[in-house]
């Protein structure tokens, strides 16, 4: 079997495979390569010595760490897996229905496994796509998986390798596909050995985390093929079918050509030589149109980004919060709502109280369809960045659940969900780790409190990350979803996904089209999708809006009420949302 690594800054490397030890030759063709040919098998382990040094370090482009991120590599024998199914789905992005899940507290063994398990509830949900949170290895067991610092390998405790190609194998063959987060724009604190290796890193630009990933400086070619190898390597060998980057903005990159164009440009040739809809969704807070636009167009050619700006303001119109980032949104949520349907983006060169600047870049809505936009009430970070992981369950009244619901499954954009929403979940979503280094343990914890210190709130009222009990808090009750509140709730989520299948005026791309009207006083706001008609009202007493057109009935609706009388006027009551059409 041929191994090979690329060390640049080494002048001897050895490979150790299992109990034999191999030296390793400098590759003639490419420089800073280094091979060895050496009798191996699945499941055979293996690192690299450099210089001489008697530490073993993994492959970095290992494909699994039995042992986590400080133990060696292990090969993988990806023709003895599973395959992604001859019925993988092929629904395309426009029409797709996002559902955001974290292998670790979707249930509370934690795997792939038994996520595969719960696979028909999404299909019965209506879903089109399970989006996985990332899964490559980090320290310890337990953590959101932004902190992964092998992105060619799976996690351990969730079922590495095999397990996620169980999953991708058995979501696809409920009718669903899968997309994979996957963070581009830093590795974790510990457990990194790839500076020892060659420059991955550089100090020519800095990030939140430190030393940029190098993407434009001297060796920025073997780093940038490193981390577009890992991409291709879960869309190609694992047969998943699209990919969210990390906070792309957070991508340090002054090449003219630039990284995410490289990685835009090679899936479209992977799904047109696989004949799959592969797709690429960036989450950006930059307000920038040219993140999606086509890459013929002078865009960076991403196929889809999530639109923040659309939960922020939804946000605010359903809670009245105004700290922050919302801070910007809170004045006039509705007709902040308003402008996202309509113009995707609410900072398109407006001024942002919460950066002190001007911020954004407008649509255009000629050449930008809806679909290039993710919308949402709730993500991972919108709740587990909170103080105390809350869901907006916690705090809104089921009847307000139902009206973001609405917004968010019969809006313009493609819907996506976080797990548990879909039926109100009442566990929390903290943020947990399991760090083994009691140093790092302690500078994370000791910062969160800090960071929550400054909005008012006592270290004690902060959730310990590392404490075992906040990740276990954090796992969906799945004995909930029968129980009538929550099976109420589930049952009007699956009605409006399916409202979205069945009438292709919700699918429709044209933001120019949508009509949005809205009362910011009476808390109501309607609009129109083609021949649909979505009226919500935010306030707890009844509101009559006038639709402008009778003749229509009434295809979904929260609570029980009258069609739309001869005037085209509606009575819709408090906290609620009703759905109309032909």
């Not at 092929?90 to 792939?112: C, K, M, N, S, W």
Request: glycine share 10%; with cysteine.
């Amino acid at each position: 079997m041929q191994f090979e690594v690329w060390a640049p800054l080494a002048g001897r490397v050895a490979m150790r495979l299992d109990d034999a030890t191999y030296d390793m030759a400098r590759d003639p063709d490419r420089d800073g390569w280094w091979t060895a040919t050496a009798p191996a098998a699945d499941g055979s382990r293996y690192g690299f010595l450099l210089d001489g040094d008697p530490s073993v370090r993994p492959d970095p482009r290992g494909r699994r760490l039995p042992d986590g991120p400080g133990g060696p590599s292990a090969v993988v024998g990806f023709e003895a897996l599973p395959g992604p199914g001859a019925a993988a789905p092929r629904t395309p992005l426009q029409d797709a229905v996002l559902y955001e899940l974290h292998i670790g507290t979707f249930t509370p063994e934690g795997t792939f496994d038994a996520s595969a398990s719960r696979l028909g509830h999404l299909a019965a949900l209506g879903v089109t796509h399970v989006e996985l949170m990332p899964v490559c290895p980090f320290p310890g067991r337990h953590g959101w998986g932004y902190d992964g610092v092998a992105p060619w390998a799976v996690h351990e405790p969730y079922g590495g390798p095999a397990g996620l190609a169980r999953f991708v194998e058995a979501a696809h063959a409920a009718g669903l596909g899968v997309v994979l987060d996957v963070v581009h724009n830093h590795l974790g604190p510990s457990g990194n050995h790839l500076p020892a290796f060659g420059p991955y890193f550089t100090d020519t630009h800095h990030t939140p985390w430190g030393s940029a990933v190098n993407l434009d400086a001297p060796g920025s070619d073997e780093v940038r093929a490193y981390f577009l190898g890992s991409a291709l390597g879960w869309l190609r060998d694992y047969g998943i079918d699209g990919l969210r980057l990390d906070a792309v903005h957070a991508l340090a990159d002054e090449r003219a050509l630039t990284y995410l164009e490289e990685l835009s440009a090679a899936v479209d040739v992977l799904a047109a030589e696989t004949g799959r809809p592969l797709f690429l969704i960036a989450e950006s807070d930059r307000c920038d149109p040219r993140t999606t636009t086509a890459r013929e167009e002078g865009g960076l050619g991403l196929h889809a980004q999530w639109n923040d700006d659309f939960h922020h303001a939804l946000h605010c119109a359903l809670t009245g919060e105004s700290q922050a980032y919302y801070g910007d949104f809170a004045e006039a949520p509705l007709a902040a709502l308003a402008k996202t349907m309509t113009r995707a983006f609410f900072h398109d060169g407006t001024w942002s109280s919460f950066r002190g600047r001007t911020h954004g870049r407008p649509v255009d809505r000629r050449r930008t369809p809806a679909h290039r936009f993710l919308g949402y009430t709730q993500t991972h970070d919108q709740i587990g960045n909170r103080a105390l992981g809350d869901r907006l369950s916690a705090s809104l009244s089921p009847g307000l659940l139902a009206c973001a619901a609405a917004l968010a499954l019969t809006g313009p954009f493609v819907p996506m969900l976080f797990m548990g929403e879909e039926w109100g979940a009442t566990t929390p979503w903290q943020y947990f780790t399991d760090h083994p280094d009691p140093e790092l343990a302690e500078a994370v914890r000791t910062g969160r409190r800090r960071e929550f210190a400054a909005h008012g709130w006592k270290a004690e009222e902060i959730p310990d990350p590392q404490d075992p009990a906040t990740r276990d808090r954090s796992c969906l009750d799945w004995a909930e979803p029968a129980q009538p509140g929550p099976a109420r709730l589930l049952t009007w989520y699956r009605t409006l996904v399916a409202l979205r299948r069945t009438h292709p005026d919700l699918r429709d791309p044209d933001l120019a089209a949508v009509r949005v009207a809205y009362d910011e006083e009476r808390r109501w706001i309607t609009f129109r999708r083609g021949d649909v008609r979505v009226a919500v009202n935010l306030s707890p007493d009844p509101a009559t809006i006038a639709l402008g057109r009778n003749g229509v009935r009434v295809l979904a609706a929260w609570e029980p009420l009258h069609p739309p009388g001869p005037d085209g006027r509606i009575l819709v009551p408090g906290e609620s949302a009703v759905v109309l059409g032909h």
